[in-house]
């Protein structure tokens, strides 16, 4: 297996060199594109159809159309291995990575235009047709960033994207909430126009050079789906293999499962969409940022094995916060707080787990390798996250919390005997 802790020198030489990273500027803007519709076919979604007069039973159901974020490996094999006609001569990574912009611009004004009001199935299909976009998007863009730069830099790049990254994520959240005060169709068409910039961007960057055969044949399905997975199991042994995909699927359970009730308990708790929008989509974002940055900073400076186990933990402790909004509801300052805490954590964990996964990636089957790893840290939590709302109702927002926390002990446990394993591997490899 490849090693996925940071190459030394550590401690602040390392942070140094890592953040030293090329092409910085051009993941900064290709991360804006990855963040800016995630929120646009899920929360914000959500908050719109509360908004619209729909039951948390139904929203929680709808936020399954996300699961194509977290599907995207069923598809990425054909990505690894062939190139898409008309576009291919943009290379192997910006000839998919092209025309699934140019869908996502497209399926963002036609929800704009449509709306959920009038031809319900219809809306639902462009939401589909908007996240299969961004997912093939984030498919390709995590295959650039892995190719683009070597293993010790990956965290520091992760935090560069990151940032990009949630800035889009404010303009899919803050921005648009802003603006649906104006109406929803105003958003909509606004986010559609800001995902120009990294369209633009993929046209204008370097394509990264193939790993030997660029792995572009005649169509053979079973040679395209068997081949990356093979490899995965052949460098790590089935046990070793199995136990790193429930790891890293159960790493950001206790995030991920408050991703679709976050906003509807907002609403429930006495808050408006523009404090949601103020605290939630433009405060708490910056924060994550500043997580995001730490998370670099402590892998390159400590280590993957004790970044881990902080990133756990302070995943796990800050879904507690939510709490103290449900005893004290409408009070900004809870409001604030539980922000605070979940969303520096949330930046801190998801840079640390990047470069995990970065280095569990074969460069040869890099879209495949990585969309399997990446949708399966959103996988457990968004299929407990699509029945939320009726957890809710059966045990209530203080229980629903209590649950998301204690739901990474075994995400400690399975750390606990994975690593000496990774150890004596890389070990091994080594001699």
């Known amino acids: 297996m490849t090693d996925t802790a940071p190459a030394k020198p550590r401690g602040w030489r390392g942070v140094i060199d890592a953040f030293k990273t090329p092409s910085a500027l051009t993941l900064f803007f290709l991360g804006f594109g ?5 929120l646009l076919v899920g929360y914000t979604l959500s908050i719109w159809l509360r908004t619209s007069g729909w039951g948390l039973g139904p929203i929680g159901l709808v936020s399954f159309i996300s699961l194509l974020y977290v599907l995207k490996f069923v598809w990425s094999p054909l990505l690894d291995a062939h ?9 192997r990574r910006r000839g998919w990575l092209f025309p699934a912009q140019l869908l996502l611009i497209g399926g963002l004004v036609a929800m704009g235009v449509v709306g959920p009001a009038h031809s319900v199935p219809l809306f639902l299909v462009l939401v589909g047709l908007t996240a299969l976009a961004g997912a093939t998007q984030d498919t390709m ?3 650039y960033r892995i190719e683009i730069a070597p293993i010790e830099a990956q965290a520091a790049l992760a935090a560069t ?3 990009g990254y949630r ?9 648009a909430l802003f603006l649906s005060e104006i109406s929803w169709q105003v958003a909509y068409l606004t986010m559609a126009a800001l995902a120009v910039v990294p369209t633009v961007t993929t046209l204008l960057v370097r394509e990264p050079v193939p790993p030997g055969d660029e792995g572009v044949h005649k169509v053979d399905l079973r040679a395209d789906y068997i081949k990356p997975f093979r490899d995965f199991f052949q460098r790590n042994g089935w046990a070793l293999g199995l136990a790193l995909l429930a790891f890293v699927g159960l790493f950001k359970l206790p995030d991920q499962m408050l991703g679709v009730i976050a906003g509807p308990f907002y609403i429930d708790s006495g808050f408006t969409t523009g404090d949601i929008a103020t605290v939630s989509k433009l405060y708490g974002v910056w924060v994550g940022i500043a997580g995001a940055f730490a998370g670099g900073v402590a892998v390159a400076a400590w280590g993957m094995r004790r970044t881990l186990v902080i990133a756990a933990l302070a995943l796990a402790l800050s879904n507690l916060l939510y709490i103290l909004m449900a005893v004290y509801p409408g009070q900004l ?11 520096i954590s949330q930046g801190f964990a998801g840079t640390v787990l990047v470069a995990f996964m970065s280095g569990l990636s074969d460069k040869h089957y890099t879209a495949t390798q990585y969309a399997l790893l990446s949708s399966l840290a959103f996988l457990p ?3 407990v996250g699509g029945v939320s709302g009726y957890i809710v109702a059966a045990w209530g927002y203080i229980g629903f919390f209590v649950f998301s926390a204690v739901s990474i002990v075994p995400t400690l446990l399975l750390m606990a005997w994975l690593w000496p394993r990774l150890n004596r591997r890389r070990q091994a490899q080594a001699d």
């Open 34 to 38: 990855s963040g800016l519709p995630f």
């Open 83 to 91: 190139r898409l006609p008309l576009f291919g001569r943009l290379g």
């Open 141 to 143: 863009i995590d295959a």
């Open 161 to 163: 994207s990151t940032l």
């Open 167 to 175: 800035i889009g994520l404010i303009c899919g959240g803050a921005v």
């Open 333 to 343: 300052w809870t409001f604030v707080a539980t922000i605070s805490g979940d969303n």
């Open 381 to 383: 939590g968004k299929l």
